[in-house]
């Protein structure tokens, strides 16, 4: 059974920075990708940004030139980096892990972070 297990969030004022941190545990497949998304208070979970095996990343427009996802494959770790933080990014951060060639989805429980103006 792979679980996830994210780090790092907390309180920042706007402008300020902060590093997630999401390790994997249990048994994964080289070929996966690892992503985070976020969800804010009465609003729907949205993509933050992914990176596949070979470091292919990709990015929400709202955090483009911010955030830089990056990885660690042999400590299975994901990790966003976020600087210049806006109140807009308030949310529970979620670490998503997809086993594309088993059909397996893996979830982390979260870390929120907190942005204030």
């Known amino acids: 059974q792979v679980q996830l297990v994210e780090s790092g969030g907390g309180l920042v004022q706007a402008g300020g920075s902060l590093r997630l941190s999401c390790v994997a545990s249990?048994?994964?497949?080289?070929?996966?990708?690892m992503g985070w998304y976020r969800q804010a208070p009465g609003n729907q979970r949205e993509l933050v940004a992914t990176i596949t095996s070979g470091s292919t990343t990709n990015y929400a427009d709202s955090v483009k030139g911010r955030f830089t996802i990056s990885r660690d494959n042999a400590k299975n770790t994901v990790y966003l980096q976020m600087n210049s933080l806006k109140p807009d990014d308030t949310g529970v951060y979620y670490c998503?892990?997809?086993?594309?060639?088993?059909?397996?989805?893996?979830w982390g429980k979260g870390t929120l972070v907190t942005v204030s103006s």
């Open positions: 998503k892990v997809v086993e594309r060639r088993l059909g397996m989805d893996y």
């Open positions: 249990g048994t994964l497949v080289i070929t996966n990708t």
